[in-house]
Antibody, heavy 124, light 108 residues
Framework: QVQLQESGPGLVKPSETLSLTCTVS????????WSWIRQPPGKGLEWIGY???????NYNPSLKSRVTISVDTSKNQFSLKLSSVTAADTAVYYC??????????????????WGKGTTVTVSS | SYELTQPPSVSVSPGQTARITCSGD??????AYWYQQKPGQAPVLVIY???ERPSGIPERFSGSSSGTTVTLTISGVQAEDEADYYC???????????FGGGTKLTVL
């Protein structure tokens, strides 16, 4: 059974770079899309982006200029970097496994396995 | 930017049917997905591809689609179904993913 675990600093200073890693256990990182999602306190979910195990990426346009997602298949890990953070980036950050397929002209993309989430606070 | 609209809250009594809607202009062209999130927990996928149910999800959860609106239906609501529910889909070009604002389901 695949499990995901987020790790990284819980406190980041404004203007610095937030860095998180998601470790995949119980399965291979190959053949799936690996996603990051965040949830500010008391608010809804926001999709950040995903990476395919081969390295191709897709990001939320609203965050694209600040986001980098990378993958390390040798460690079964993928990572998130978010630059120039502000208090608005304070959130619970989740990593998730994504399934992506094309069904005719329709895209199928959903996240079927999630990590428990890690809280990141941006504060000086 | 593309948006999905959900009602902030829905309330039902145990045993009744709850319907949670999600509206978006691209929904006729893109599939929708539903997640359940209980307090302090990660979201759980309950419906994919508009109406498909993952293994392990109770049969009382179902999904449907009509035009620009998709609906999550929970038949015979139980106390354990009290949670926040989020829809997710893509923009019309399938360029990026969006979540609805979430609906808090209260079981009275």
């Amino acid at each position: 059974q695949v499990q995901l675990q987020e790790s990284g600093p819980g406190l980041v200073k404004p203007s610095e770079t937030l860095s998180l890693t998601c470790t995949v256990s119980g399965g291979s990182i190959s053949s799936y899309y690996w996603s990051w999602i965040r949830q500010p306190p008391g608010k809804g979910l926001e999709w950040i982006g995903y990476i395919y195990y081969s390295g191709s990426t897709n990001y939320n346009p609203s965050l694209k200029s600040r986001v980098t997602i990378s993958v390390d298949t040798s460690k079964n890990q993928f990572s998130l970097k978010l630059s120039s953070v502000t208090a608005a980036d304070t959130a619970v950050y989740y990593c998730a496994r994504g399934v992506l397929l094309w069904f005719g002209e329709k895209l199928i993309y959903y996240m079927d396995v999630w990590g428990k989430g890690t809280t990141v606070t941006v504060s000086s | 930017s593309y948006e999905l609209t959900q009602p902030p809250s829905v309330s039902v009594s145990p045993g009744q049917t709850a319907r949670i809607t999600c509206s978006g202009d691209a929904l006729p062209k893109q599939y929708a997905y539903w997640y359940q999130q209980k307090p302090g927990q990660a979201p759980v996928l309950v419906i994919y591809k508009d109406s498909e149910r993952p293994s392990g999800i109770p049969e009382r959860f179902s999904g449907s689609s009509s035009g620009t609106t998709v609906t999550l239906t929970i038949s015979g609501v139980q106390a354990e179904d009290e949670a926040d529910y989020y829809c997710q889909s893509a923009d019309s070009s399938a360029t990026y993913q969006v979540f609805g604002g979430g609906t808090k389901l209260t079981v009275l």
